[in-house]
């Protein structure tokens, strides 16, 4: 039987994943995330239907992070809203951050959305909605 700590260990873990492998510019890691079938709403920007849409966005220029500015995706203050064995909700925080290449500044405050499906041991996203907060491009 699967455990709420196990379940909760399991989102987190994919939660941060993903953060750093989007921040790092790991579209293969990042894509690794999500289900072959997953869904990525992101409010005024794209909507991406399945893993491969994903990767294709996330490898183009504009959506890859500039090595010479660094981001950072800071996710917080994540409670898992439902669970079972198999499948998982929860909403986190994030603040991405990021430097203009003389200091750091807030660019996104968002929540995330998240539904996690478990597969060959790990919780892979299943979708997420980004809900922003404040934007700046």
């Not at 991406?48 to 203050?77: M, Y």
């Not at 809203?81 to 986190?92: G, K, P, Q, V």
């Not at 919780?123 to 922003?132: A, P, V």
Request: glycine letters at 6%; one cysteine or more.
């Amino acid at each position: 039987m699967t455990t709420f700590a196990e379940v909760q260990a399991g989102v987190l873990a994919t939660i941060a994943a993903h953060a750093q492998a989007q921040d790092d510019g790991r579209v293969e890691d990042m894509a690794g995330c999500y289900l072959p079938d997953a869904v990525l709403e992101i409010p005024g920007i794209a909507t991406l239907k399945g893993v491969e849409a994903i990767r294709e966005a996330f490898s183009q220029p504009g959506w890859l992070p500039d090595p010479d500015r660094p981001q950072r995706h800071v996710t917080s203050n994540t409670v898992v809203t439902s669970w079972d064995e198999r499948r998982a909700a929860a909403t986190s925080d994030v603040t991405m951050i990021k430097n203009d290449g003389s200091s750091w500044s807030i660019a996104v405050v968002a929540r995330y959305h998240d539904e996690f499906e478990e597969s060959a041991g790990r919780w892979l996203l299943r979708r997420r909605r980004d809900e922003y907060v404040a934007f700046q491009p």
